[in-house]
């Protein structure tokens, strides 16, 4: 059973444009909600993390919007470049003792960014 | 700072050897997770560590272990492999105490092909 769910799968979007990557999530007890853009051939990087206390981050072009009630998070680019281009993927976890504990993942979008 | 390190980048095995993977964590951090990243399942979680011991584990056979050495440092282990264990293994290091602290950074993997 998929934890999180991310949508859509991929997206093109118009160099300027705005891209929006929409994730929902059933399990209340995750408190940790970070995004993480990956470039072929690379690892995932961390781009922007938020918690539950909070209903916006923003952090140059990326914002997280978080709305607890409906259970969704999502990630607005602003100002989309060609750079951009990479998959994204949203997770959660809940941090258990001291440590991150395990991040569950979305399955990915693919962003592509037309100049 | 340097990031997190994984070697080898690339490893081509036959079905039924066995294989073992390194990495090195941020200097440090502390505690160190596994992902199985593959088009089909996505990034998902093997295990975690932190102070030598294993945190949390994943839903992954027993032919998967891994360890961590008084340094941080950790190793990943998959014995009898099979063609199905193709697949993008990365790293992800965090500080692992304090809550402000549980951002995880991710190597750029070690690409693992069973043939």
């Known amino acids: 059973q998929q934890q999180v769910k991310q949508s859509p799968q991929s997206l093109i979007v118009q160099k300027g444009g705005i891209s929006i990557i929409n994730c929902a999530y059933e399990?209340?007890?995750?408190?940790?909600f970070p995004w993480y853009q990956q470039f072929p051939g690379k690892g995932p990087a961390l781009l922007i993390a938020i918690r539950p206390d909070v209903s916006e981050k923003k952090e140059g072009r990326f914002t997280i919007s978080f709305n607890k009630s409906a259970k969704q998070f999502s990630l607005h680019i602003m100002d989309s470049q060609p750079g951009d281009s990479a998959t994204y993927f949203c997770a959660a976890s809940i941090k258990r003792g001291s440590t991150l504990g395990r991040l569950y993942f979305g399955r990915g979008t693919q962003l592509t960014v037309w100049p | 700072k340097a990031g997190v390190t994984q070697t080898p980048r690339y490893l081509i095995k036959t079905r039924g050897q066995q294989v073992t993977l390194s990495c090195s964590p941020i200097s440090g951090h502390r505690s160190v997770s596994w992902y199985q990243q593959t088009p089909g399942q996505g990034l998902q979680f093997l295990f975690e560590y932190f102070s030598e011991t294993q945190r949390n584990k994943g839903n992954f056979p027993g032919r998967f272990s891994g360890r961590q050495f008084s340094n941080s440092r950790s190793e990943m282990n998959v014995s009898t492999l099979e063609l199905g264990d193709s697949a993008l293994y990365l790293c992800?290091?965090?500080?692992?105490?304090?809550?402000?602290?549980?951002?995880?950074?991710f190597g750029q993997g070690t690409r693992l092909t069973v043939v």
């Open positions: 399990n209340t007890a995750f408190d940790y």
């Open positions: 992800a290091s965090s500080l692992g105490v304090g809550r402000p602290n549980t951002e995880a950074f």
